[in-house]
């Protein structure tokens, strides 16, 4: 009796004790560093090659997240009812053998006589000089007046005219100016020359990356692109042969900033040019995965927490035997995991009224490759996701004796940089506060929530394609160190007590995004 009393005592304490406290904490606990690590072993293992976008290791990464997403019953969140949302990355290398340009009898090669962007084209046509090549009607500056350009090529100046200089692109193109390949495009000219001579002194050297052009078919605009072509000086040479203006002149005018008038070139001047491009398409895609939220009205609603998946691949040896294989365990394996343990304990415990979608971008280490597919062809209606959360480096800490200054920036094992709540997102800030408080008490660093971070460290990871789209975003990191973007980013240098308790404040910043009355305001939109 006495016994029982004293248990249901305990019993009733114990409930008020778990009364006070939130029910996504039990959720959270599930997340730990063992489980951690057994994913990161695999993620960042020399298996996977380093995860290059596009490659195998990427796409093993990839199958080893859903099929634990499977298990686990989370809905597919991708294309057609897959976990998968896939880029098509186009690569187009010029022929070099079979690219020429012909003046009369002289034969000129890619990379000795000249160098183009990886275009397609075939054409016989009269070169016309149109000085820099813009124009600004309001202005009335206009060097195609009076001169037919259709089917020709455009022979410009390289550089810009002095207002276009002054202004920048961006103000120029605002008040009016319009650039020679736009020109090109609008008055039916079919090619750029353009007259570069610091470009022309090395072309041999320029002609390897010119040559090859990748890019994301998903992506790539629909207008057409103009070929630009920069020749050499003996290409120039053999153009300006018997034309009343010389090669000299016409490179000199590039220095002195004087355009002089536009002519057309002699009426039998025939420039003849062969580009011939070579084009291969190879594949990598964003695995996205949902928990839906438990209200029949706001699970249209979704929270989007993300991580990228990808990292840079393998290098070239110095020497036998040394370690190529960029593992990127903290970049980004730490956060592909810690979203992979967050899915789980999504999957396992009470659900927000929200729902949560998961998204491992592919391709971020090329230029935020998924991150801008998934926010410019979404796979739920953008303007639904009320919040991005990014996670991209949460695994290193700095050891309390560690003098290596490549260290200096990491946090303390006890603390993490958040970047966005200053800069765009205050009320994704205010949150974490709050859940940070009644929780694990981080230190919250806001160092780089700065717009004057010399590391512009906002710019550098995903969250940003959805800050471009106006979304809240918040992205947490651990900081840079001596091991970042080099062989040596392993697993065993990874604090995975540290990460464990990022990863389950990062949940309970999620839970209670997603399960909050309202929604926070949309960010003004920098760009
Ligand atoms: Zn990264």
Redesign the pocket.
Known sequence: MKRALFVGFWLLLLGVALADRPAWMTSAETITPTDLQAHLEFIASDALEGRDTPSRGLDLAGMYIVSHLKRWGLKPGGENGTYYQTLTIRTDRVNLESSVVRIGEQTFRYGEGFVARAVPLSLTAQPVYVGYGWTNHAQSIDPYKGLDVRDKVLVVLGGFPRPVAQLGLERAEAEGWISPEENALRRGARAILRIDPVLMERLDRQSRMWARRRVVEELERDEPAIPVLIPSRKLLDALCQGEEVGAEELVQRVQSGEAGEPFAFRANKRLQIELAVETTREYARNVIAIVEGRDPALKNEYVVVGA?LDHVGIGTPRQPGEDVIFNGAD??GSGTVALLEMAEAFAHGARPRRSVLFIWHVG??KGLWGSRLFTEKPTVPLQNIIAQVNI??IGRSRSPGDQNPRNADLSAPDEIYVIGPKLASPELGKILEQVNHQYLRLHLNPRYDDPNDPERLYYR?DHYSYARKGIPVIFFFSGLHEDYHRPSDHVDKIDFEKMAKVTRTVFGLVWTLAEQETRPARVKVAQ
């Open positions: 990228h970049d980004d971020e280490e991209d480096m990871s």
